[in-house]
């Protein structure tokens, strides 16, 4: 069966500083991988998809980016981080970009900036 | 621009009951609508999927519709468990294949 990781679960992080958040598929390959934003009382944003390896498709101006070093490994990194970045990170996979397949969720990470 | 909407943002009823849950959508030039639960501080999972063709999916006591000449999608839920409650959310594949998102209706329910 696949199962779908994201690391940290919670992350406190000061205005300015670096992050990488890390999601990573199992048991499934060439996966469609997506990250999305979810602020309080809002619906889900999506921040960048990626149908294969180094192929980052973004779809919102930020300073946030992506990158995916393996089949399986999807990273989202800022070099520096905004008040604004705070939010609920949402890796999710899909086996294809088409109209009869879900999108699987991870478990999310927490991002607290100060 | 696609834009998805779930009233009310907020819903509290008692055990047992049954009730609706409601997601409109501004442009009907969609492939699929679907419904998702989220568990507090926790990721989504899928509850129904709906292709654009379709009425309505069933699964146990979760019946989803779908009008899409109207732009609404409701999700009935029968004899409510406080294993229920969650935020549901609804979201709809537009004609550029991305996924535009409610932001959702938190459901409780009541012992």
């Known amino acids: 069966s696949q199962t779908i990781h994201q690391w940290p679960a919670t992350l406190v992080q000061p205005v300015g500083s670096p992050l990488s958040l890390e999601c990573t598929v199992e048991?499934?390959?060439?996966?469609?991988l997506y990250w999305y934003r979810q602020a309080a009382g809002r619906g889900l944003q999506l921040l960048f998809y990626s149908v294969g390896i180094g192929q980052i498709s973004s779809e919102v101006p930020q300073n946030l980016s992506a990158s995916r070093p393996q089949d399986r490994q999807f990273i989202l990194s800022s070099k520096k981080l905004l008040l604004s970045d705070s939010g609920f990170y949402l890796c999710?996979?899909?086996?294809?970009?088409?109209?009869?397949?879900?999108?699987?969720f991870g478990p999310g990470t927490r991002l607290l900036v100060l | 621009k696609q834009e998805v909407t779930q009233i009310p943002a907020a819903l509290s009823v008692p055990e047992g009951e049954n009730l609706v849950l409601n997601c409109s959508f501004t442009?009907?030039?969609?492939?699929?609508l679907q419904w998702f639960r989220q568990d507090p501080g926790k990721g989504l999972t899928s509850l129904l999927l709906i292709q654009s063709s379709q009425r309505e999916q069933t699964s146990g006591r979760l019946n989803a519709s779908l009008d899409k000449s109207s732009g609404r999608s409701t999700l009935y839920i029968a004899a409510s468990q406080p294993g229920d409650s969650a935020t549901y959310l609804c979201a709809v594949l537009d004609s550029n294949y991305q996924l535009i998102w409610g932001a959702g209706t938190k459901l409780i329910i009541k012992p």
């Open positions: 442009d009907s030039a969609i492939y699929n």
């Open positions: 999710a996979w899909s086996r294809v970009a088409g109209v009869q397949e879900t999108q699987y």
């Open positions: 048991g499934t390959s060439n996966p469609n």
